[in-house]
């Protein structure tokens, strides 16, 4: 039934116990596994204090290695129980729109992914990429906490 599992990652502990579902999950349905991580470019602010200058191309850079890092080690457990796996890297100011195209290009048949499970005021206002890619798909999406 589900041949291609789109699974987002962005590297943190809770990432990285669903990543061991959605392995199991693949196993399960002899599927192919496309784990997606994005950078978001640099939070650039022009009213930042004068006082502190970073580095944009270094903190791109940075997120980048660590993004790729995640991959690297998704892909490892991947082979390591016979999963076929392709792993991408993207950088993006928006990443559930990333995580939806990413599903249409590689023609997944569900996105598994974890959710932060923000609550009250933090939800409504700093959002969930898990609720923007809901609200963005025609896919089964698979919320894992």
């Given at each position: 039934m589900f041949?291609?599992?789109?699974?987002?990652?962005?590297?943190s502990p809770l990432s990285d116990k669903a990543a061991e579902t959605a392995l199991a999950f693949a196993q399960l349905n002899k599927a192919k596994l496309v784990a997606i991580s994005v950078v978001q470019p640099f939070p650039f602010s022009?009213?930042?204090?004068?006082?502190?200058?970073?580095?944009?191309?270094?903190y791109e850079q940075q997120?980048?290695?660590?993004?790729q890092r995640a991959i690297d080690k998704i892909g490892a457990a991947a082979r390591a129980v016979g999963v076929p796996f392709e792993g991408v890297v993207a950088v993006s100011p928006s990443p559930h729109d990333e995580i939806v195209s990413a599903a249409q290009t590689y023609h997944c048949d569900i996105i598994?992914?974890?959710?932060?499970?923000?609550?009250?005021?933090?939800?409504?206002?700093?959002?969930?990429e898990t609720q923007k890619v809901l609200a963005h798909t025609q896919l089964p999406v698979m919320v894992l906490r």
């Open positions: 041949n291609t599992i789109l699974f987002p990652t962005d590297g022009p009213m930042a204090d004068g006082g502190i200058v970073l580095d944009a191309s270094l997120m980048q290695e660590a993004s598994l992914m974890a959710s932060h499970g923000r609550k009250g005021l933090n939800k409504l206002f700093v959002g969930s």
